[in-house]
């Protein structure tokens, strides 16, 4: 069976900091896609990155970036030089083969940015 | 270009009636699903159509819960004799193709059963 956890249910920083959300995952798959989406106080869920197993390589875009590692079975997020409209849910999600191509989040973290 | 819309965005119903909520996938999305969202469960999968295949329902918390799809298109979820616990926000998606891709989500249904 396949899990996704975030530790972090809550976290509060200050604009211009830098902040990384933790996400650790189980499948027995080989072949597996992880995502993260933005849940902002709106309520829509707004897709931010989709990796497939295979692909190991960190991906940066803007103030965003993601550190994928297989050997610890985590997909972290960092967000550089925070700003207010950070503030949102994120989540962490993963599809494989055995999982019949639905996504199994985690339990999100909140994360609050300070001005 | 049009995203994934639901309707409607709020519904209050009383205890032991039937509900129908509906979403619209993105024009081309041929994999559309059903996600609820509560407080105490967070994001649960419920069902997933994938074209004219039948669907997975694994996710469908008892036989209240049904879903269709018309037309590879608009879909319906019906929760029968509501409880509840069923007061949750529903969420659709869809996605190009199957869970490789990345899924799309609209804005939810907020389901309040008193």
């Known amino acids: 069976a396949q899990k996704v956890t975030q530790a972090q249910t809550e976290i509060s920083v200050v604009e211009k900091e830098d902040v990384t959300l933790d996400c650790v995952y189980e499948t027995r798959d080989t072949t597996y896609y992880l995502f993260w989406y933005k849940q902002p106080p709106s309520g829509e869920l707004v897709f931010l990155i989709r990796?497939?197993?295979?692909?190991?390589q960190n991906e940066i875009s803007g103030r965003y970036s993601w550190n994928f590692q297989k050997s610890t079975s985590s997909f972290n997020f960092t967000i550089t030089a925070s700003q207010v409209v950070d503030s949102a849910v994120y989540f962490c999600a993963l599809s494989d083969s055995n999982a019949g191509n639905m996504l199994t989040f985690g339990g999100g973290t909140r994360l609050m940015v300070k001005p | 270009g049009a995203g994934v819309s639901q309707s409607p965005s709020n519904k209050v119903t009383e205890k032991g009636k039937d509900v129908e909520l509906r979403c619209d996938p993105i024009s081309g999305h041929t994999a559309l699903y059903w996600y609820r969202q509560s407080l105490g469960q967070g994001l649960e999968f419920l069902i997933y159509f994938q074209g004219n295949s039948a669907p997975d329902k694994s996710g469908l918390p008892s036989d209240r819960f049904s879903a269709e799809r018309t037309g590879g298109s608009v879909s319906t979820l019906t929760i029968q004799r509501t409880q509840q616990e069923d007061s949750a926000v529903y969420l659709c998606?869809?996605?190009?193709?199957?869970?490789?891709?990345?899924?799309?989500f609209g804005p939810g249904t907020r389901l309040t059963v008193t």
């Open positions: 990796r497939n197993s295979f692909d190991e």
């Open positions: 998606a869809s996605s190009l193709w199957a869970a490789s891709y990345e899924q799309y």
